[in-house]
C-alpha cells in the first residue's frame, strides 16, 4: 500500500455494499472461512482504512490495524464466516479494489497460508 | 490546477481544470472499455438475465486481472468457477462506479454525496489499478519510483508521461479519500 492514512474517532458506518448473487455452496455450512486481503503497492492505506470502516463497519482503531497488517505482513484475515459469507464479501472488496481471497480457516495462527505472493502473476513481492 | 477534495456543509467538493476532466474522462473511459463484457451472442438468455455466465475465463490482460482477481490462492478451478457465477456483477458495480464518476465531471465544480463520493473512489482506484499495472508497478520499490515523477516538464516519453498521470491520479484519490474519512466520522 502507499501513503499514509488521516486518524480519527472510531466509527460505526455500515454501508454494505455486497453486490454478489448468492453462490449457494457444496461445503458443509459449519466450516469457518476467512477473508483474506494482500498487500499491493497501488491501494491507499487511507483508502484501506477506508473500506474496513465503512463496509464492514469496523471502528477507526480496528480498521487501521487490520490495514497495517496487511502493509506490514502481506496479508491480513479480515472477517470470518461461511463459505458464501466470505465470498460474499471478497466480491465487494474486488468492487473497492482490493486484493481479496477466501481460504478455508485452518485453526492455526494465520490461517493456512503457508505459502507467498498473491494470486497473481508479477515479481511475486506484491502479495 | 485541481482543488483537493473538502468535506463541508454541502458535502464533498472539489474542482478540476477542463483538462484535468477530460483527462479523467478519457481515463476512465478506458477502463470502462476493457470491463465491459464480450457481447457473446450465443449465449443463454436465461443464464444472462440471472448474471451467470458460463464462457467466462481468466482474464489474460493483466490489468483487468487485476481488476477482476482470482478469488481462490492457487486454485484456478475453483476460481472459475466462483468467475462463473459473480464476475457479470462485478463488472457492472465497476463499470457502474466509473459512469457515475464520468458523468459528475461534465460540471465545473464537483459536488458529491456519500454514495457519489464512494463511486469516485472506487473509480479512482480501478483507474490507478490500470495505470499502476501499464507502469509495471510491481513493488513498493516501483511506487517510489513513480512517485519521485512530479514535474510535467520532465514528460518526455508514454512512460513519464503515465507517471505524471498516475500521480496526479493517487493525489486526488487520497484528498477524496481524507474528506471521505472526514465525513463518515462527522456522521457516526
Known sequence: ?127 | MAKAFKNGLKGITGYLEPAERELLRSLIDDVISMLQPEDRTGQDPLAALIGLDMDVAEPSDRAVKRLLPNVVKDDGAASLEFRQLTERSLRETKIGALRAAALDLDKEEIVLTPEGAKHWSMALNDVRLVLAERLDIRDEEDAEHVHLMQDWSQAEDVESYLALVYNFATWLQESLVQAMLQSLESRR
Open chain 1, 1 to 127: 500500500m502507499t501513503l499514509s492514512v488521516a486518524l480519527g474517532p472510531d466509527t460505526q458506518e455500515g454501508t454494505r455494499t455486497g453486490t454478489a448473487e448468492s453462490t449457494d455452496s457444496l461445503t458443509a455450512p459449519d466450516i469457518p472461512w476467512n477473508l483474506v486481503i494482500w498487500n499491493d503497492p497501488v491501494n491507499l492505506m487511507s483508502y484501506v482504512s477506508y473500506v474496513f470502516q465503512s463496509y464492514f463497519g469496523y471502528s477507526e482503531s480496528k480498521a487501521n490495524k487490520l490495514m497495517m497488517e496487511v502493509h506490514k505482513k502481506g496479508r491480513s484475515i479480515v472477517t470470518h464466516g461461511s463459505k458464501e459469507q466470505v465470498e460474499r464479501h471478497a466480491v465487494a472488496m474486488h468492487g473497492f479494489g482490493l486484493w481479496a481471497t477466501v481460504e478455508k480457516a485452518s485453526g492455526g495462527p494465520g490461517g493456512n497460508s503457508g505459502k507467498s505472493g498473491g494470486p497473481g502473476q508479477g515479481k511475486g513481492k506484491r502479495g
